[in-house]
């Protein structure tokens, strides 16, 4: 089918195969291909480029996504709609759909397979609100060799991922391996059912590997965050916490969100 997101098209295979969104997996159908096509524009995919889409959906944002890209690899954990997408993407001779639970994809492996192909990997997604976070960390720490995440999020989570100011494991997990930005924002009226709230496109450009000693630092350290990084850390260091802290010039009373991603990155030399 040709633009699967323009509205009547849309409704006509939700209505054809008796498809409701679902709560449970936290589904918002876009129906607006001018949108579409402005957050593919978002991104750096060209002919030599995989892209590896997670929760398809009807097929919308794959369906142009296979346009700009050489192969376009979907995940989608509802196997409701496997006779829907067979028949909006019949055409898509480059899209491939695999029904699994993307949280359960061995990432690096998947991409390692792909760059014997091409030489770009983008992660693009219309995510979830619930799952955004788990998402994104499940790529980050992953370590796959990945060249770009673009992703559809909550705006004030996107807004909250890209101030400097705002500080949580997942952003000095993304401060890490690369640079987040605000791409776009997009209207809740565009998609099906309307959420209450508008989305963004947030683009991370991955930088450098990922080093899983700071999932450990981190957790412990946000393990009570009003508590002093000292307190927090002592369920790591035990007996030699003030000292590690002291020689990595850290102030033992700050607490886990006035650190800097340096200075956590210090302590995992600790490790």
Same mark, same amino acid.
């Given at each position: /089918?040709?633009?699967?997101?323009?509205?009547?098209?849309?409704? !006509?295979?939700?209505?054809?195969?008796?498809?409701?969104?679902?709560?449970?997996?936290?589904?918002?159908?876009?129906?607006?291909?001018?949108?579409?096509?402005?957050?593919?524009?978002?991104?750096? #995919?060209?002919?030599?480029?995989?892209?590896?889409? #997670?929760?398809?959906?009807?097929?919308?944002?794959?369906?142009?996504?296979?346009?700009?890209?050489?192969?376009?690899?979907?995940?989608?954990?509802?196997?409701?709609?496997?006779?829907?997408?067979?028949?909006?993407?019949?055409?898509?001779?480059?899209?491939?759909?695999?029904?699994? +639970?993307?949280?359960?994809? +061995?990432?690096?492996?998947?991409?390692?397979?792909?760059?014997?192909? !091409?030489?770009?990997?983008?992660?693009?997604?219309?995510?979830?609100?619930?799952?955004?976070?788990?998402?994104?960390?499940?790529?980050?720490?992953?370590?796959?060799?990945?060249?770009?995440?673009?992703?559809?999020?909550?705006?004030?989570?996107?807004?909250?991922?890209?101030?400097?100011? !705002?500080?949580?494991?997942?952003?000095? /997990? #993304?401060?890490?391996?690369?640079?987040?930005?605000?791409?776009?924002?997009?209207?809740?009226?565009?998609?099906?059912?309307?959420?209450?709230?508008?989305?963004?496109?947030?683009?991370?450009? /991955?930088?450098? $590997?990922?080093?899983?000693?700071? $999932?450990?630092?981190?957790?412990?350290?946000?393990?009570?965050?009003?508590?002093?990084? !000292?307190?927090?850390?002592?369920?790591?260091?035990?007996?030699?916490?003030?000292?590690?802290?002291?020689?990595?010039?850290?102030?033992?009373?700050?607490?886990?969100?006035?650190?800097?991603?340096?200075?956590?990155?210090?302590?995992?030399?600790?490790?």
């Amino acid at each position: /089918m040709k633009d699967i997101a323009k509205k009547a098209n849309t409704m !006509y295979l939700l209505e054809k195969y008796n498809m409701k969104a679902t709560k449970k997996f936290g589904q918002n159908f876009l129906i607006d291909l001018n949108v579409i096509q402005k957050i593919v524009a978002c991104t750096p #995919i060209d002919q030599q480029t995989c892209v590896i889409e #997670i929760g398809p959906g009807i097929g919308a944002l794959t369906e142009q996504l296979s346009y700009q890209a050489g192969h376009v690899v979907s995940y989608e954990i509802d196997t409701r709609l496997k006779a829907v997408l067979e028949e909006s993407l019949n055409e898509c001779l480059n899209v491939e759909i695999i029904f699994q +639970d993307f949280l359960t994809v +061995d990432l690096k492996q998947i991409v390692n397979h792909y760059r014997q192909q !091409y030489s770009k990997i983008c992660i693009v997604a219309n995510l979830p609100y619930y799952i955004t976070s788990d998402i994104l960390e499940h790529i980050i720490t992953s370590q796959a060799n990945v060249d770009s995440i673009h992703v559809m999020v909550q705006k004030e989570v996107a807004l909250k991922l890209t101030d400097a100011s !705002y500080h949580s494991p997942l952003t000095f /997990m #993304i401060e890490s391996i690369g640079q987040a930005s605000l791409d776009m924002t997009v209207s809740k009226n565009v998609f099906s059912p309307a959420p209450r709230v508008d989305s963004a496109i947030l683009s991370i450009m /991955m930088e450098k $590997t990922y080093n899983p000693l700071l $999932t450990q630092i981190l957790k412990q350290a946000f393990t009570q965050k009003r508590k002093t990084i !000292y307190n927090n850390l002592k369920g790591l260091f035990l007996e030699n916490t003030e000292n590690i802290l002291n020689e990595c010039g850290i102030d033992l009373k700050k607490r886990p969100e006035q650190l800097s991603v340096e200075d956590y990155i210090k302590l995992t030399h600790y490790l």
